[in-house]
């Protein structure tokens, strides 16, 4: 660098770094505009408490599993959009245990407590809400499936189930326990 612009950046920079603390103590607002001052919540720790009897925006209710939903009324009516929804979810994530059709044996049924013939006297006793709480929650052997399913897609999936009792024989003959089965 010639020795001439070293002067002269000398020169302008020096009256900048004298005149840059003066111009912030004279400032009386804190110029941070970035999220230095917020509470910040260390690893571990609790998220902030929500106020007493306030709803999260676009939260759903909870509940703690199916007995809690039996009393809920299916908002999802059986039109043929629905039940084809249904019944695609129900052959990727019911049929391995209660079969394609819904009427048991499916293949994992082999290796895990086996899954009820859906067309079964007491399961068509269920409320529509009971069997949406199964899925979303489990039962007493069978697993919670609704991991990434919206509540609209387990109402489908209910659906799809009153379809399959629909045009299927009443069954009475209990299924194989030990599967805790109704
Ligand atoms: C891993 C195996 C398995 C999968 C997957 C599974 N189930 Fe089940 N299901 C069971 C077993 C075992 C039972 C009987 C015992 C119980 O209630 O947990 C059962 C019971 C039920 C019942 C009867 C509940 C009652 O008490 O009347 C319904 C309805 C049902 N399942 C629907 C579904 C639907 C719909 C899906 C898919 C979203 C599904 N299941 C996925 C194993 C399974």
Avoid at 42 to 52: C, G, T
Avoid at 85 to 105: L, M, S, T, Y
Avoid at 155 to 179: H, L, Y
Wanted: with cysteine; proline share 14%; net charge positive.
């Amino acid at each position: 660098m010639p020795g001439s612009v070293r002067l002269a950046l000398a020169l302008l920079a020096g009256p900048a770094l004298l005149a840059g603390p003066a111009l912030l103590a004279g400032c009386s607002n804190d110029w941070r505009t970035d999220m230095w001052y917020q509470p910040s919540l260390r690893p571990q720790q609790a998220p902030r408490p929500e106020p007493e009897r306030s709803v999260a925006l676009g939260a759903s209710p909870r509940y703690e599993s199916r007995d809690d939903t039996e009393q809920l009324a299916n908002p999802v009516a059986p039109t043929p959009e629905s039940l084809s929804r249904g019944k695609a979810i129900f052959v990727a994530r019911c049929a391995p245990c209660h079969g394609v059709e819904g009427r048991g044996g499916g293949p994992v049924s082999k290796f895990f407590p086996e899954a009820p013939d859906l067309a079964y006297v007491k399961v068509r006793e269920r409320s529509d809400g009971f069997i949406w709480g199964t899925v979303s929650y489990g039962g007493k052997a069978m697993p919670p499936g609704g991991e990434g399913l919206a509540p609209r897609d387990r109402w489908d999936v209910v659906n799809w189930v009153r379809e399959i009792q629909r045009v299927s024989p009443v069954v009475t003959v209990p299924p194989p326990q030990p599967g805790g089965t109704p």
